[in-house]
């Protein structure tokens, strides 16, 4: 997969099923997908057309998760801590998600991505 935005170009990302298969053949199917960005701390999230229930949700992830956030029918990216996080290490999004990928690379580069940007995320 790859998510792109004028602030950041294209990057890569690994998709996977382990943890949430329904989640993941939704977003899959949705491909691509359009939508604007907006930032939560060190997380950027965007609604998609998929409209799926908590599936082995997670209430904290790694840097550069890739999950689908069921109550706002988003996908987020993460690769720090966000308002929720209890600790300058954790990594908590607002409410548990479905993790689905990954970031390939710095997820860092996502500190570039400014509130209402477009956003694209598409089969690489």
Same mark, same amino acid.
């Given at each position: 997969?790859?998510?792109? #935005?004028? !602030?950041?170009?294209?990057? =890569?990302?690994?998709?996977? =099923?382990?943890? !949430?298969?329904?989640?993941?053949?939704?977003i899959?199917n949705? +491909?691509?997908?359009? #939508?604007?960005a907006?930032?939560w701390? #060190?997380e950027?999230?965007?609604?998609?057309?998929? !409209?799926?229930?908590?599936?082995? %949700?997670?209430?904290?992830?790694?840097?550069?998760?890739?999950?689908?956030?069921?109550?706002?029918?988003?996908?987020?990216?993460?690769?720090? %801590?966000?308002p929720?996080?209890? !600790?300058?290490?954790?990594?908590?999004?607002? #409410?548990?998600?479905?993790?689905?990928?990954?970031? +390939?690379?710095?997820?860092?580069?996502?500190?570039k991505v400014?509130?209402?940007e477009?956003?694209?995320?598409?089969?690489a």
């Amino acid at each position: 997969m790859r998510i792109c #935005s004028e !602030s950041i170009g294209c990057i =890569d990302a690994e998709l996977f =099923d382990r943890y !949430s298969p329904r989640t993941f053949e939704a977003i899959v199917n949705a +491909l691509p997908i359009e #939508s604007i960005a907006y930032r939560w701390g #060190s997380e950027i999230y965007f609604t998609t057309p998929v !409209s799926i229930g908590e599936e082995n %949700p997670f209430e904290t992830v790694e840097k550069g998760a890739i999950a689908y956030w069921p109550p706002g029918k988003a996908l987020c990216i993460f690769w720090g %801590p966000t308002p929720a996080s209890r !600790s300058p290490d954790e990594i908590r999004p607002a #409410s548990p998600v479905n993790v689905i990928g990954k970031i +390939l690379g710095d997820p860092t580069i996502f500190d570039k991505v400014r509130d209402g940007e477009k956003i694209r995320v598409e089969k690489a």
